[in-house]
């Protein structure tokens, strides 16, 4: 089965591609909830001093009012987005005044729904529209699911790559049309072996009891106050996190066969009736409750642990942009917040997951069967909430194999894989990133899920008590930071600058919001 990813290996390793190899673009987001001194929530807005949600590229807001959304520009190494993400997150605790930002993916304390404040951007009919989109998945979901924090992996390679190894293959496609398939192979493969990064990466093996709002569970209490299971990974990205499901109840799912089919398959999701949104209302008292009531509002809202991805120009849809300009990057959604950093991820991580990239590329992709896709759903769930435990089994097509076992020939097929990227960039981090991964195959307790529920035994502390020490280690971190005058004067000129970007687009709008909401959903 590896022979395909073999052959091109050696294809690679034969030519003078090293330089365009090593010319790949990496960003990440990272969303970290904002709060207040005792531990709720955060319902103070946005603060000023970090510029405008609506128009910041580098400092946002993803559901909620609380919930900041950092940016990484595309950078050429992982020591390049590692230091941006730091001078991200050291401006904010500059301009941060007695809140500290939650350090773990699940929320700390919920007082409910209404203690979840939604995300405001302003009066013109794109800030009304995120808003009200955002109505929306609270109204469809609940608020609590919303507000869960990841980071957010964003991966491309270089033309110059492309066209190289485009020849390589001997392919005679356009060449958007090679780069589109290309990337949508490594996609259906991150899905079939996604399950390895909850399991290596995975840090919400346990929640605060607040969460759940007193609804019955099947997860175990660890103490008066937290939620767990004893082998959980990634409870994020278990059955209580964010999940779509009505697709499924009514026919439509992602399809992955290939670029044009994706978009086919989410335009008709953004465009087909679902009876129980219908029930919510659309427009209700002048109010929008939701963008529409049809299976996905928008095709953002579709949960999916990747995404092709392309860079929107003005009010453009996903789908459209996907359609128009092909696919320009992929974005890996599966990664928790790494409590024990205080960036929320790791250059270990990092490059782990530039080599798995490499490797989803390489590897032979087939069409997805339903079988392969029910497969995948029940993998990522096994994982999420028993990764850990002893001989644990997944679906490998129509067979079970032990996680452990396939984990661990996943991860020693990628080492000629992170051999080729050392020579490449000229370094010797690739190939101990995926033997440090190796190790955790073959001992859980080094995975972060395990260091969690290991640190959480030995001070005592529930899960909230454990993300509150943590988050408070993080503030001191950056608030001692040196953090030098022209990056200072940067952020702040990019605040300014948002904020006037802001100002004009309210000060130009000309239609209505009803206006503006008809000619989005009719453009094609």
């Avoid at 069409?367 to 995948?376: G, R």
């Avoid at 529920?453 to 001191?476: C, I, N, P, V």
Wanted: hydrophobic letters at 35%.
């Amino acid at each position: 089965m590896y022979q395909l990813l073999q052959h091109r290996l050696s294809l690679l390793a034969a030519s003078e591609i090293d330089d365009a190899l090593a010319a790949s673009k990496i960003g990440l987001e990272k969303e970290s909830l904002r709060v207040s001194p005792d531990g709720g929530i955060s319902q103070t807005p946005h603060p000023a001093a970090w510029g405008s949600p609506l128009t910041h590229p580098q400092i946002t807001t993803d559901f909620s009012e609380a919930l900041a959304e950092l940016v990484t520009p595309p950078c050429d190494s992982v020591t390049e987005v590692i230091q941006s993400l730091d001078d991200i997150q050291t401006f904010l605790y500059r301009n941060l005044e007695n809140e500290i930002l939650w350090a773990t993916s699940m929320p700390c304390v919920v007082a409910g729904e209404t203690s979840i404040p939604l995300a405001q951007y302003g009066t013109s009919n794109a800030a009304q529209m995120k808003t009200a989109y955002r109505r929306g998945l609270g109204l469809r979901y609940g608020r609590a699911m919303q507000v869960i924090a990841g980071v957010h992996f964003n991966y491309s390679y270089s033309n110059a790559f492309w066209q190289q190894y485009q020849k390589l293959l001997n392919n005679d496609d356009q060449l958007q049309v090679f780069i589109a398939d290309q990337y949508m192979g490594l996609i259906r493969n991150l899905l079939r072996y996604g399950w390895l990064v909850p399991y290596l990466f995975g840090a919400s093996p346990a929640i605060c009891k607040s969460f759940l709002n007193g609804k019955p569970t099947i997860l175990q209490e660890f103490n008066r106050n937290t939620y767990f299971q004893p082998y959980a990974t990634s409870l994020r990205m278990g059955d209580i996190g964010y999940q779509n499901n009505k697709e499924e109840m009514a026919g439509i799912k992602a399809c992955y066969d290939s670029l044009d089919a994706y978009v086919k398959s989410m335009r008709c999701a953004i465009r087909t009736p679902y009876a129980g949104y219908e029930e919510i209302g659309v427009k209700v008292n002048g109010e929008y409750r939701q963008l529409n009531a049809n299976i996905l509002q928008i095709e953002n809202e579709y949960y999916s642990t990747v995404r092709p991805k392309q860079i929107l120009q003005g009010d453009e849809k996903p789908s459209t942009a996907l359609k128009k300009r092909g696919i320009a990057y992929v974005e890996l959604r599966s990664l928790d917040v790494n409590a024990f950093d205080p960036h929320g991820i790791n250059p270990e991580q990092l490059y782990f997951l530039e080599v798995f990239m490499l490797f989803c590329l390489l590897h032979a992709s087939p069409a997805l069967t339903q079988s392969e896709i029910t497969a995948i759903d029940e993998n990522l769930l096994l994982v999420a909430h028993q990764g850990r435990m002893p001989g644990l089994d997944l679906w490998r097509g129509e067979e079970r194999i032990c996680l452990q076992d396939w984990a661990n020939e996943l991860c020693h097929k990628m080492t000629a894989v992170a051999n080729l990227l050392d020579r490449a960039n000229y370094c010797e981090n690739y190939f101990p990133s995926v033997k440090s991964q190796i190790a955790s195959v073959f001992n859980s307790d080094l995975t972060p899920s395990a260091r969690m529920l290991a640190e959480m035994e030995l001070h005592g502390e529930g899960f909230f008590h454990h993300a509150q020490r943590m988050s408070k280690h993080h503030d001191r971190y950056f608030r001692n930071h040196p953090f030098a005058e022209e990056k200072i004067r940067f952020f702040e000129n990019m605040a300014r600058e948002s904020l006037e970007k802001q100002r004009l687009i309210e000060k130009n709008d000309s239609i209505s919001f009803d206006e503006y909401l008809e000619n989005y959903f009719n453009s094609e």
